[in-house]
Structures are given as C-alpha cells and as structure tokens.
C-alpha cells in the first residue's frame, strides 16, 4: 500500500501499484486470503443460525431463462439468498456490520472512488447448490456511458461507477462453475455478441475465478461478469457489499435520510457507510476503519 496526499491535505492509503495494473487490465481484482478465518467462520455460524431467512432470489431471475440443452443449463435457478443481515439479532448481525467499513478494504475504495464513498444496495449472500444454473454474462464495458456503471483513468487515477466487493465464503475449484467474469472487458467499446453472454461460443474468453473461503473478488459492474453452472456437491456461499462514489445511489428507489435505531450499534464509520449521497462535509474514513476526518470542503 501506498500513502498519497489529497487536495483536502488529508492523506489515505491506497492500493500498490501492481493492484492498480491488475484491476486496470483486468477489471477486477482477487485479494488472497482478506478475511482471516475466524471471519470466515463467524460469517458461516451466522447464516447457519439463520436457516429461515434463505429465500428464492426471484422467479424468473430476470437474467436466466430457459437453458436447456444450452451451456448454462442447470435443475434449478442459479442461486437463493439470504438478505436483511445487517438487522439481525445479535450476535448473527455483527459479522455482516463489521464488514461494512473493514480497515483492509477502505485502501481498494478510496483508490477507485477517491475518498468518500457508500454503500449501496443490501448486503446480499448467494447460497447455489449442486446443479444450480448460470447466470447469463452481463455488463456494458464502454459501449454505453450512463455515469452509474464506468471505468475511467486519467492523469494516474483510477475512477469507477458501482463496484461489487464479492466475499467467498467457501472454496471454489476451477471445476466447479460460480462466479466468471470477461478479463478486460470494461473498457470494451462494442456490444459483447449474445452467443458468448450466453456462453455458447468462445468460452475460452470467460474466465471462472477459482477461491477459497475468505478471498475477496472486486470487480467493476461495467466488466462482463455472471455465474457458470454449479457443479461442486458442496454449497456455493458468496457475500456481496455493493458500493458507488459518494454521490450517487444506484438501486433506486426511495430511502429515508436518517439513519434507523439500529445503527446506534454500529461504529461512527460504519454509521458513515450507509449515509445517503451527498459531497460537501462527508466524512471521510481514515485507514484504521474507526477514525472520520470531517473536512470543510473536500478535494478529489
């Protein structure tokens, strides 16, 4: 890691230089070994504790269909999810808080967003089980700029939309299937053809990023990314944090600007995660992932 100087006369850590290369070129960077295992294992007895609360993802997931006879093909949809985890009793919620502003990630974040930044979405786990479905590719590289899903460098600095920080809380063998992604694609400046969205064609180009329980995946949503079929007869955990730049909310929707009781528990930074949007006077979280810096007017 390395420290750079803001115009706010603040400082951060940041990502290396060879992280920076690899997300560059990529588009998505794999961080070995992030959480240790007693997170890993915390994470586990939560959702293990909590049985209840796993439900259908949705039928139709809007990017699955009927694929049958196809590469993607599987018995069931790609996935079932917990949801709500931030909310849940103690002590099964506090894993999931405490990855809200975990200090070894705040460097990834402050590199791709500058300082400033939130969480959007929920937190969501994807459970899959032996021969669940994929999940068609999608992402738009830069075929269409909307300011909510991009990759843009200039002058030495990295600028990203959403990006999705995706926790394996299992192992992944390269056989297994799970989460696969097109190296490089989000800075493509064409449509990706259907037939390799849908992995009928040229599938060497799809890359299925093999883990193990606590490696940390975080890739951009404009880099073309999806499940292949699961095929392991263990089950496929995966949490996923969501965050965008500091002014923008991504899901939609209408969202109350004071924060609910129940983050009275949490930390002033975590607390500052899940502020809504906004520029001037955010605070900003220092390296340690419990100080705030709460500058007049802050720099890029």
């Keep these: 890691m390395e420290v750079k100087d803001m115009n706010d006369s603040a400082s951060y850590v940041a990502m290396s230089d060879r992280e920076k290369y690899l997300f560059d070129l990529q588009g998505y960077l794999k961080i070995r070994d992030f959480l240790t295992m007693d997170e890993v294992n915390a994470l586990n007895a939560a959702l293990d504790a909590n049985q209840n609360m796993l439900g259908e993802f949705g039928e139709p997931n809007t990017l699955s269909g009927d694929w049958t006879g196809r590469p993607l093909e599987g018995v069931c949809s790609p996935f079932r999810h917990y949801g709500g985890m931030l909310t849940w009793d103690q002590p099964w919620c506090q894993p999931f808080r405490d990855l809200l502003a975990h200090p070894k990630l ?70 297994d299937g799970g989460l696969c992604v097109i190296p490089g694609s989000h800075k493509a400046n ?44 263990g089950e496929r955990r995966t949490a ?51 100080s705030l810096v709460r500058p007049r007017r802050e720099g890029e």
């Design 190 to 233: 064409f449509p990706c053809p259907d037939d390799i969205l849908n992995w009928e064609s040229d599938q060497t180009l799809v890359y299925n990023i093999p883990l193990k329980a606590g490696d940390l995946v975080i890739f951009n949503e404009a880099t073309t990314h999806g499940t292949l079929p699961w095929k392991s007869n």
């Design 106 to 175: 705040i460097p990834y974040l402050n590199t791709l967003f500058g300082r400033g930044w939130k969480m959007d979405h929920g937190v969501d786990v994807l459970s899959s089980k032996e021969g669940c479905e994929g999940l068609k590719l999608h992402g738009s590289g830069n075929v269409t700029f909307n300011g909510s899903r991009f990759y843009a460098y200039s002058n030495g600095t990295m600028r990203s939309g959403l990006i999705v920080c995706q926790y394996s809380l299992t192992d992944v063998t390269p056989s």
């Design 240 to 290: 996923l944090y969501r965050y965008t730049p500091k002014y923008m909310h991504y899901a939609g929707g209408v969202y109350e600007t004071s924060l609910p009781e129940w983050t009275s528990e949490l930390t002033e930074a975590q607390r500052s995660v899940l502020e809504p949007p906004y520029i001037y006077h955010r605070p900003l979280i220092e390296e340690d992932g419990v």
